[in-house]
């Protein structure tokens, strides 16, 4: 079959075509034909550190996580999907798991569920690890009707996801963005933007919370941002972190009471732990996407499977607005 | 009537008896007869730090978190209590609350409730701030029945209520204490003693939790041991702690999902904020005391009012085992 494999790590250039072996099924996996996949900003990190990264795979490899197809071939001991069914997850492209920058991709059926019906395989693709990790986040930060959420990089695949799960939950959700393209979209997808290059954090928590702070903040930003995100939060106020390799003073998290969750959704990948909880999320989540209260927003810029490399690109030059995808 | 008042921030010789006024009642409090109150570090840290800290409060001031007394006058809108009850709480010493270093203290009685009837006054005024801290931490960690649940410090005030509330919650609890006569303390109570003096984290992980790591863990050490916490820590896992007054390196954390709550239990006495918990937390405590599931070990030494300097220098110098009580 048909893949895009890399070699060596390093730049987007070191993506090449090939010709591998198809996979075989075995029990509990299914076998998938890609029709679409998306980038995520792991992969990247992944291409270009390599094995400075605890959880990248041996050379040569094939990358890609979340994928969007239809089942070709079910293993032994898997129920609920049969031969045909339309399908989406995030299972490969890290560790000994292949990816889906191929023509077929072996899956735990664990990490897998039925694609939501009203979406294109594009938009399917892109959904997988942004939502499971906005899923994640805002339920363990225990997020419920009427509480005001603030979504840090809500224009972002994280973010804007997050904002809308949340304004599904019924919470009064506000997102920062840094410019007037990343603020148009926030508000269209039903969040109050907050522009952070021109308002302090103080001021957004006077104007928007009366200055008590917001109950639940999902920061996608990480990094130097959690010092945002504390000063931002209310007492014992949740954070939700996706990127929290950082050191940092944890004064203003006492006097607080805070809590921090960090969402790391890779582990059940990583060490086959509780794999069954992201397809009952990806469950969960077809249903608000068919709701309608949920949608991926895709990038202008479309690419093809040869294309991966721009597709990578793309994502790392920042001016990606949505999500990065590439159909197989 | 009479108090042990401070004119001055400092030493445990700052402490001097005085003649004050008796607090008058006034609407949704009640003045208490002080029976007993107990002494806590962050006691110690006012008396040292003085304006230092944010909590601290104006001078000439009455110190003292932690009571138990019996109600001599009720005030407006107080419901479900009256003169003559026995009560416990965490009330003043801080901020512009007066302390229990005196005959009679003026409460909030959303912060207190009915003393457990199975215990000595002297015993209930050692319990509120730890029994509050723990509860706290080990329910926002979730705590729940079969779990793994690691407790730091626990022969300490915190510690040793928090592994005793886990045990009564179902979990099998494990300790850490570094000597004989703490492991011994933690035993009597029903944990299973970790000597951190001569066991590494990965040592007892590996021992305990076939390498899997603790579920939850309760850290009431903290400041740089939050790093044994990081690292005796399940995928996913959850750690409480008390202390979080630390820059540190989150990659930990990261890598294995963690959620962090920081239990900063003086929040609602400072701000106002949901003061009714802590009322709630307390009669739960009473539930489990009078159950014989808690029980406040004392230290060997007691003291009186006139003697509090001293109380402190007993705390200070980390030889109590359990806590250190006043009789007033």
């Known amino acids: 079959m048909k893949a895009m494999i890399i070699r060596q790590f390093g730049g987007p250039e070191v993506f090449e075509s090939a010709e591998i072996d198809k996979p075989a099924v075995k029990p509990g996996h299914v076998v998938v034909k890609v029709a679409a996949t998306s980038i995520n900003i792991v992969d990247t990190m992944i291409r270009q550190m390599g094995k400075e990264l605890p959880l990248s795979p041996d050379l040569p490899a094939v990358l890609g996580m979340d994928f969007a197809g239809v089942i070709d071939a079910i293993g032994e001991g898997v129920s609920g999907f049969a031969v045909g069914d339309e399908v989406y997850g995030c299972a490969g492209g890290l560790a000994d798991l292949q990816g889906s920058l191929a023509e077929f991709m072996l899956a735990d059926a664990r990490l897998i569920a039925h694609k939501p019906n009203n979406i294109s395989m594009a938009e399917a693709a892109a959904l997988p690890l942004v939502g499971i990790t906005a899923y994640e986040g805002l339920m363990r930060a225990g997020t419920s009707a009427g509480q005001q959420v603030l979504v840090h990089g809500g224009s972002g695949g994280v973010g804007h996801i997050a904002l809308q799960i949340a304004k599904h939950l019924g919470a009064d959700v506000y997102a920062t963005g840094g410019g007037d393209a990343q603020l148009a979209m926030i508000e269209n997808l039903g969040a109050i933007g907050i522009n952070y290059k021109t308002e302090s954090v103080a001021d957004y928590v006077a104007s928007h919370t009366q200055g008590k702070g917001f109950e639940v903040v ?111």
């Open 218 to 328: 999902f920061d996608s930003v990480g990094g130097a941002n959690m010092t945002n995100s504390f000063e931002a939060a209310a007492l014992n106020g949740q954070i939700a972190s996706t990127v929290s390799l950082v050191e940092l003073d944890l004064s203003v998290a006492h006097f607080k009471g805070l809590s921090l969750h960090v969402v790391f959704m890779l582990i059940p990948m990583l060490h086959d732990y509780q794999r069954q909880a992201h397809g009952e999320i990806l469950a969960e989540l077809a249903k608000m996407v068919e709701a309608g209260a949920v949608k991926p927003v895709l990038d202008s810029e479309h690419f093809k499977l040869e294309q991966v490399g721009d597709a990578h690109a793309r994502l790392a030059s920042g001016k990606a607005m949505g999500k990065v995808v590439v159909s197989v």
